[in-house]
């Protein structure tokens, strides 16, 4: 029900465009946001954003460079990596739940995950 894709390997300071494309369901009742696990380390939240896309929310190390979106007609979600550095290297992960779930960074639903590697 959670689908992410666009992720690859870039050198340090380049960009990547993440989409994670949500059925239906999903998409029109829940929040979402981008969650990563690097090796060795625990996951941990990156960016979540409300069901009108007003409100987000962003972990300290990604702010100013990273962007999350979402397109409601297209049930899409989106995170805009710019200035890519190597500690992003991760498996990005969507996920989807109720605003409390999300607000407390413990969703429900998940989607299989896309490799990022950021090169020096």
């Known amino acids: 029900q959670l689908q992410a894709s666009g992720g690859g390997s870039v050198q340090a300071g380049g960009s990547l465009r993440l989409s994670c494309a949500a059925s239906?369901?999903?998409?029109?009742?829940?929040?979402m946001g981008w969650f990563r696990q690097a090796p060795g380390r625990e996951r941990e939240v990156v960016a979540t954003i409300n069901w009108s896309g007003v409100t987000t929310y962003y972990a300290d190390s990604v702010k100013g460079r990273f962007t999350i979106s979402r397109d409601n007609a297209k049930n899409m979600l989106y995170l805009q990596m710019n200035s890519l550095r190597p500690e992003d290297t991760a498996v990005y992960y969507c996920?989807?739940?109720?605003?409390?779930?999300?607000?407390?960074?413990?969703?429900?639903?998940w989607g299989q995950g896309t490799q990022v590697t950021v090169s020096s």
């Open positions: 996920a989807a739940d109720r605003a409390i779930a999300i607000a407390r960074f413990t969703p429900n639903y």
């Open positions: 239906g369901r999903i998409f029109s009742n829940y929040y």
